[in-house]
């Protein structure tokens, strides 16, 4: 009888609190966090959410700077100054690019609308956020390359791996990074060329755990896309921006590492198989696209380098909004993009973006997915508007 009685009490209270509701105030959410962990035997901490301002780097790589984004309605974008840190006693997740050091959580938002809730980041605010410090491991130190969308294609190539071109191995010649650079091939393949000359030490974290690092090195965003809006129903821009001289790099670094197949150019559509994001009427661009001399072909059953020389050779691609599209980095300048994108995402042209900046001509064909997730199948391209951008 007391046994019951005990566990309706402590059903009670935990019913009654609500973090989220007081997460405004530091003090009241540490104390319901601190009740919640003794009673339900868990591991979570309350940390102030403060932008990388507040932290003094050990040295400016490269200078920031501003221009204007015609694909983000001519908003003047500002680029940060690139800058090395250094903390002592840092808190990492391999899924997050949040940094915890004492009892602030660092994170470099492109606006005040930008969700960072990921790996170890259960739910925030702009002032506090709750963390979930199960399974903790003590590291040395290293540089961090890994952080949010770490195990996906594009956030990998395009915002995390290019800081290992700005790595000074006399600071450190370790580097942290995400489980997924092991698992997944292309990954592996392009870590193994960024750092083939660098004699690394490279530790893989694992997605699930949490690492204290006694001497952290980082940089801050290379480049950014916004992962998630706090508010969904609201708009702020910017919502990304790109450093011209590292897409060139990286493409150019990337592509020394094979051996270029110069072969006639041709025009390829980028098929998705046993995934999502497919159009119904999918047999029917197919179709089209042979009558245009377009051959299909599945950037996930390629290598790596079989993916740099399709894209290297191509003289126009087509396909549905996706990770694959990371590769047009590869692209000669003048190739022609014709990218499917659902109608309710058209703030994230950065596809377009980086066709401006790399001299490619990326064009979207929206198409109506009446609100739902980018990444159902329940949608039809219309035929003629294809053909159309395929005709100028």
Not at 161 to 173: C, Q
Not at 185 to 213: F, P
Request: proline share 2%.
């Amino acid at each position: 009888m007391l046994i019951s009685i005990k566990k309706f009490v402590k059903r009670q209270i935990i019913k009654r609190i609500n973090v989220q509701k007081h997460l405004n105030n530091y003090t009241i959410s540490t104390i319901q966090i601190a009740i919640l962990n003794f009673l339900q035997y868990q591991h979570k901490s309350v940390y102030k959410v403060t932008g990388l301002k507040k932290l003094n780097p050990i040295k400016k790589i490269v200078s920031g700077y501003k221009y204007i984004s015609k694909s983000q309605n001519n908003v003047e974008v500002t680029i940060p100054d690139l800058n090395l840190y250094e903390i002592k006693n840092a808190i990492i997740n391999s899924r997050s690019s949040a940094i915890i050091q004492g009892k602030n959580i660092y994170y470099e938002a492109i606006n005040d609308n930008e969700r960072f809730n990921e790996g170890f980041v259960e739910f925030h605010n702009n002032k506090n956020a709750v963390v979930n410090l199960k399974r903790t491991e003590t590291i040395e130190e290293g540089f961090f390359l890994a952080g949010n969308g770490s195990h996906n294609w594009y956030h990998w190539m395009i915002e995390i791996i290019p800081k290992i071109m700005y790595l000074n191995v006399n600071d450190t010649k370790t580097i942290l990074v995400n489980e997924s650079c092991e698992k997944t091939q292309s990954m592996a393949d392009s870590l193994q060329i960024l750092t083939r000359n660098l004699n690394l030490n490279i530790i893989y974290l694992k997605e699930e755990n949490t690492y204290k690092i006694k001497k952290l090195y980082f940089v801050n965003e290379v480049n950014k896309l916004m992962f998630n809006p706090l508010d969904s129903k609201t708009t702020s821009l910017p919502l990304y921006y790109f450093r011209k001289e590292s897409l060139q790099k990286l493409s150019s670094e990337l592509q020394k590492g094979f051996n270029y197949k110069n072969t006639n150019e041709v025009n390829i559509f980028l098929e998705r198989k046993n995934t999502h994001r497919i159009a119904q009427n999918e047999s029917e661009i197919i179709e089209t696209l042979k009558l245009a001399n377009f051959r299909n072909i599945d950037m996930t059953s390629l290598s790596f380098e079989e993916q740099i020389n399709h894209f290297q050779n191509a003289k126009m691609i087509v396909g549905t909004t996706g990770a694959a599209w990371t590769n047009i980095i590869f692209c000669k300048p003048k190739t022609k993009i014709i990218i499917f994108m659902p109608d309710n995402y058209k703030d994230y042209n950065f596809y377009e973006e980086m066709g401006e900046i790399l001299n490619i001509e990326v064009q979207y064909l929206y198409y109506n997915n009446e609100y739902k997730d980018h990444d159902v199948s329940e949608f039809v391209i219309n035929i003629e508007s294809l053909k159309n951008l395929l005709s100028t």
